[in-house]
């Protein structure tokens, strides 16, 4: 077992509700030493003490803000084993009512800042062999969910960018870049948090657009997935020798995900045939008159 035998450090972002906070009342229970990262550090809601939980101030869209939480981190406990990009939120609206600013802060807040939070745990865990990065991504990465399409596009890129990073570490380093896809989580995501752009007049409620908005206002209450228990699983996770590229969080998101799959494969075999007739061959059809026979031909 390549954990090390002290206490892991967990540093996690948005702890003030939901699965940030379950993770950091999981976290000290455990005997994790804590790093428990808000905008309003007050408000983390957990009895711990000086020996095992520090409560900093982070904006992730804040570089400065992370820097000096990671040095702060390394002062008070040594390292940071364990850190989890939890912080986040969702847009909701059809693509054209969004404002830039709208757009820009959801990808700051989802993308970049997660991006900017693994650089910074990388230089840290990069030199002592170990470490554990967990970003809380959502089926929304994988499966569309219309009227979530920055929420979805920020998540994405998460993914893209975290499994892509993966594959460049060292193996010897024995740092592992989980990324989790949850479904409903009982949090205040589709609740307090969720992020309202102004309705678009063209998308009526008789659009999918206009239909999905309303289905969002009455989603919060029926999240299946409770945060306490998926936060003992992430830790169980992140305790193995070789965490997964990708976890799939509950049963709903499972579900999704399978069907996506199915629709893939379907698609992928009806155009098959024509994916394949790109190939080239020993025909030159940058020649106008070979392209207008090989057109005739197809
Ligand atoms: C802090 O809490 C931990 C876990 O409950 C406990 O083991 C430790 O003794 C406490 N330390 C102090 C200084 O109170
Ligand atoms: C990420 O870091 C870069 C510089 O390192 C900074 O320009 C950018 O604003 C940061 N973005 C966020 C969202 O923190
Ligand atoms: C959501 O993201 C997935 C990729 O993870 C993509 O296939 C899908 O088209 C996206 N859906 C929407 C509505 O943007
Ligand atoms: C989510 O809501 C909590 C409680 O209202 C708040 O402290 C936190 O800053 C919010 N986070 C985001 C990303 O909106
Ligand atoms: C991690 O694994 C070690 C060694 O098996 C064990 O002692 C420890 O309790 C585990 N921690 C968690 C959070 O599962
Ligand atoms: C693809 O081509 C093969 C061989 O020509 C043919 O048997 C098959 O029916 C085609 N599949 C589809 C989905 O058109």
Known sequence: MPVASTALVLFVTGCSTGLGLALVKVGVEKGYKVIACSRTPESVNVNGNASNLLKLKVDVTNTKSVESAFQEAIKVFGSVDIVVNNAGYGLVGEFE????EEMHKQMDVNFWGSVNVTKKALEIMRPKG????????????????????????SKFALEG????????LDPSWNIFITVVEPGGMQTEWANKNMSWSKAHPAYTKSTPGGQWREFWKTYHG???????????????????????????????????IKKQHSDISKEMAQYENLSKQATRDDFDYSNVENLKAALGAN
Request: hydrophobic residues 35%.
């Open 161 to 168: 960018f975290s499994q892509t990073v993966m594959r460049e």
């Open 97 to 100: 009512s969004y404002t830039q």
């Open 222 to 256: 029926s999240e299946e997935t409770d945060p306490y228990k998926a936060a003992c699983l992430l830790l169980r996770l992140v305790n193995q020798s070789k965490p997964p590229a990708k976890f799939i969080l509950g049963h709903d998101s499972l579900e999704l």
């Open 130 to 153: 170990f470490g554990r990065i967990l970003q809380i991504s959502s089926v929304a990465g994988y499966y569309p969910s219309p009227a979530l399409s920055l929420y979805n596009a």
